[in-house]
Structures are given as C-alpha cells and as structure tokens.
C-alpha cells in the first residue's frame, strides 16, 4: 500500500509529456471547434495526433499551445502556434512543435538541411489533420516534390529516366527530405551507396574494375534523366573519349560528323564502345582487363 501512495505521489510531480499540457491550462477548444462548425479540424481525431494529451481538447493544445489569449478573445487573437496562414507562426516555431516528439529517426538530421535553409516547416509538406497525410503518400508526396523541384520535373519528362511517372519508383526511395549525412539528402551516405541499394549487381567487387564506376556513378549517369540512354550524360563513344583518348585505339574522337558515308563504323553506330567493351562496371573473367568479357 505504501508503495502505491508512494508511486501516486511520483506521477503527480512528473512534469507533462511532450504533446501533453496541464488539464488547469487547457482551454475549451471544441467548446467553439464543434463538428458543424469545423469539420475538417475534428478529422485530426481519426489520426495519431488525436490522441495527443489525453485527447480531446488536450489534443489541440498539444500542437497549438494553451493559446490562452485566443481562448479569451477568439475572434481577434490567434491560437498560440497557428498551423494555417505562413506568417501567423513563424517556420521555427511550427517546426518546434513537431520536433517535440517526431526529433529522431528520419528527422534526425533537420537542423542545417537545405529544407530547413530555405525556410521551410513541416507543414509544409505534412498535413496532420488529415487520415491519410500527403507526405505519406507516394502520389502526393511526389507532387509535393516536384511543385518545388521543377527542373527535376522537366528532366522526368526525357527519354532516359527513372520510372516515378509509373509508380515504380519515388522521390523518397533515394532523398530523405528531411536531411541527411550525405549530398542532396540521400539516404545513403554516397551517391554509389545509394545506387546499389538497386543495382546490386553493379556492386563488386570486381577483379577488373572501371575506375570511374567506383568513384562516383554520376560521372557517367544522370540520376533524374537524360536525353541519352541508360542515363547517361552524353553518348558514346563521346562520354568514353572524355577519358580514353588515345588508349589502344586511334586517337580521333569518334563523333556523329565521323560516320562513314557508305559503312558503318563499329566505333560510331550502336553501342559503339559497348559492342567491344560490354562489361563497362566490371569484370571477373580472368581475361576481362579491357572489360571486353
């Protein structure tokens, strides 16, 4: 018995939990919030964040504060951290008051990013009124992308490309939006690393290896798209000769004014390089140092 008074006594000097305010200073929210009225506010207890302090009113004050100067004047003043129009709340503080408990996992690199940079909040993309929150979904979310990033939209739109167009592939299968240790917030650490989480088979390692292949996929491929194809930011044997410009071949850089009027060049038309050179990543064969088997 004495334990239990004693564990009583524990809870009631516990400070509240984060998303959890003191029932003294939670305002009668819904009291004015009602479901006629505000639909679309009332959604948020059909979600997680519903049941944020205990629910009801509790819920509300969790995100927005006490906001005991909109509770006394409602029509003239604003609740505490306002989630509507930007220049209510400032990016910071929206942020804030998400972080004070979604601060680890996928947002643990927030601070410095280039979304928090430019100024960006969480509300930007997350609606957490809503069931089914935009960002979570990959139709939404990447529309939400691509709103911003419209060179990225344009270069979806090229011959060569990833298909997020088709659903087979996201935006958020390779970027992290919201901050990584690695360049242009990639899941991985490098570009590579990111690369072979798909393209295992271009992992090695290699007896024979393709110098460039190890050092940055990006070199050779354009991520997004590109006019040429497999990705590739220009077209044999061009991209090969912007290296190899006098290794075991002559050293005149084949190009479409070279091609022969009345035959073919093998080092010109089709695959070019690739018709001699086909293991371009790498080779295990004992006689693959050319990277030709």
Not at 91 to 113: K, V
Not at 115 to 140: F, N, W, Y
Not at 279 to 291: F, I, Y
Request: a negative charge; proline letters at 7%.
């Amino acid at each position: 018995m004495q334990l239990r008074w004693l564990l009583l006594t524990l809870l009631l000097w516990l400070p509240p939990l984060p998303g959890e305010a003191a029932q003294d200073d939670v305002p009668n929210c819904l009291g004015c919030h009602t479901v006629t009225a505000n639909v679309a506010v009332h959604a948020v207890f059909q979600t997680v964040h519903g049941g944020l302090g205990g629910g009801g009113n509790g819920s509300c004050a969790g995100c927005h504060g006490a906001s005991a100067e909109h509770a006394r004047n409602p029509a003239g003043e604003m609740p505490g951290v306002s989630f509507g129009p930007r220049w209510l709340s400032a990016a910071e503080t929206r942020t804030d008051t998400c972080l004070g408990c979604h601060s680890g996992g996928s947002a643990l690199h927030w601070a410095g990013n280039e979304h928090q940079r430019e100024g960006m909040a969480c509300d930007s993309c997350h609606d957490s009124h809503r069931q089914q929150d935009p960002a979570l979904s990959e139709t939404e979310s990447q529309r939400s992308c691509l709103g911003c990033h419209t060179r990225v939209q344009a270069e979806l739109l090229l011959p060569s490309r990833h298909p997020i167009a088709e659903g087979k592939t996201a935006c958020g299968d390779c970027h992290n939006p919201h901050g990584s240790l690695g360049d242009a917030s990639l899941h991985q650490p490098s570009v590579n690393d990111n690369c072979l989480q798909c393209h295992q088979d271009k992992r090695g390692p290699f007896l024979w290896e393709h110098p460039p292949v190890a050092e940055d996929c990006a070199l050779c491929h354009r991520p997004h798209g590109a006019v040429h194809d497999r990705l590739l930011t220009a077209r044999g044997p061009a991209l090969c000769q912007q290296c190899h410009v006098a290794a075991f071949h002559p050293s005149l850089p084949y190009g479409a004014e070279g091609l022969a009027g009345g035959s073919g060049n093998q080092n010109v038309l089709g695959k070019n390089c690739l018709n001699c050179h086909s293991q371009v990543h790498g080779s295990n064969h004992p006689s693959g140092a050319r990277l030709t088997r």
